[in-house]
């Protein structure tokens, strides 16, 4: 088997008022946040489903179904800790990750130090392998419109030694 892995992740979520702006893990400082039934953090949401898809262990819906009350309003570092627990169980640890925002608000610039070391210390992985991108989508669609903010990322795995 390969010592490395990739794996890729995306998600969505609406943009509304009068819920916090959790993005990689960090509380922004925002006019608007994003709905869902956790903190709807879409970074570490889209980020979790790529360390689970890089060791093949599936999709965050599977390990934490929306339907369940347990997830309600909870810290989506949760969801990429167990991640990250079932893939250093498998032997992998991850190494690299690189994130793009999708969408016309909130502006991702004026945040873009806070989100990366948010990401990198959420991954346990050095700030310079930890890297952020956005982009807008010219106006068009539902993004452009500024109703939800899209997420997409790519994670790197290394195997790591397994301890008992
Ligand atoms: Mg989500």
Same mark, same amino acid.
């Given at each position: 088997?390969?010592? /490395?892995?990739? +794996? ?6 609406? /943009? ?16 608007? +946040? ?25 999709? /965050? ?12 309003? *909870? ?11 079932? *893939? ?20 991702? *610039? ?14 346990? /992985? ?8 956005? #982009? #807008? ?8 419109? +500024? ?18």
């Amino acid at each position: 088997m390969s010592g /490395i892995r990739v +794996g890729q992740g995306f998600d969505v979520h609406r /943009i509304v008022a009068g819920r916090p702006l959790v993005l990689c893990g960090r509380t922004l400082s925002s006019e608007i +946040g994003l709905d869902g039934h956790s903190d709807a953090d879409v970074a570490l949401h889209a980020v979790t489903d790529a360390v689970l898809g890089a060791v093949g262990c599936g999709d /965050i819906g599977e390990h934490f179904p929306p339907t369940d009350t347990r997830w309600k309003d *909870a810290d989506s570092s949760v969801f990429l800790d167990h991640a990250l627990t079932l *893939a250093r169980e498998r032997g992998f640890a991850p190494v690299q990750c690189d994130l793009t925002f999708v969408g016309d608000r909130p502006k991702i *610039a004026p945040f873009r130090n806070q989100l990366r070391s948010g990401l990198a210390s959420s991954l346990g /992985i050095d700030p310079s392998a930890a890297n952020i991108k956005a #982009t #807008t989508t010219e106006g068009l669609g539902w993004t452009g419109r +500024g109703e939800g903010l899209a997420c997409m990322a790519v994670v790197l795995m290394e195997a790591v030694a397994v301890h008992d």
